[in-house]
T-cell receptor, first 116, second 112 residues
């Protein structure tokens, strides 16, 4: 499976500011996904990021709030814009598996965000 | 739409006890099914998976069998350890490259 890293691992931010989270993979992958895990909750998909095209957002998530970049096959960023305390969550990126196992997703360690 | 329902926690067990976490799903066709584990302060790790009916996924002493007739994928382990304390998520995917749909998660606490 791919090795996935995220930066920062955690941050404390003031409301109204923005934070960009980076996701780096050690091999080229087709699909990258961004999930949110609110405190004590399950994971919800924010958007799917394909290289060379606009990200596809799930219902309830918009590009102005969560802009995503996917400049190449090993890297993506998620920005949480104009933050409020309700944005306090763990943000996780995931990637699809290699050929023959593409239905499987592998996750990064997550970014723990606290908004004051 | 697709959905996953798993038993609510927390589940508290003694070491060497038998663990079962129920998971049922709603989806058309034949989704792939997964169990992920989240240890305290960490991201999600794939525990096991099954991609077709009657497949059994296994890893680290955990097992789950894909039951199409009951739309279930229950997780079992015969003898848990304190190190198995974590949150366990059942999930499904309809196809390669599709999103994962997660259950609500089940917190398991194993006491010495």
């Amino acid at each position: 499976s791919a090795v996935i890293s995220q930066k920062p691992s955690r941050d404390i931010c003031q409301r109204g500011t923005s934070l960009t989270i980076q996701c780096q993979v050690d091999s080229q992958v087709t699909m990258m996904f961004w999930y949110r895990q609110q405190p004590g909750q399950s994971l919800t998909l924010i958007a799917t990021a394909n290289q060379g095209s606009e990200a596809t957002y799930e219902s309830g998530f918009v590009i102005d709030k969560f802009p995503i970049s996917r400049p190449n096959l090993t890297f993506s960023t998620l920005t949480v814009s104009n933050m409020s305390p309700e944005d306090s969550s763990i943000y996780l990126c995931s990637v699809d598996g290699t050929s023959g196992s593409r239905e499987t997703q592998y996750f990064g360690p997550g970014t723990r965000l606290l908004v004051l | 739409g697709n959905s996953v329902t798993q038993m609510e926690g927390p589940v508290t067990l003694s070491e060497e006890a038998f663990l079962t976490i129920n998971c049922t799903y709603t989806a058309t066709g034949y989704p792939s099914l997964f169990w992920y584990v989240q240890y305290p302060g960490e991201g999600l790790q794939l525990l096991l998976k099954a991609t077709k009916a009657d497949d059994k996924g296994s890893n680290k002493g955990f097992e789950a069998t894909y039951r199409k007739e009951t739309t279930s994928f229950h997780l079992e382990k015969g003898s848990v350890q304190v190190s198995d304390s974590a949150v366990y998520f059942c999930a499904l995917s309809k196809a390669a490259g599709n999103k994962l749909t997660f259950g609500g998660g089940t917190r398991v606490l194993v006491k010495p």
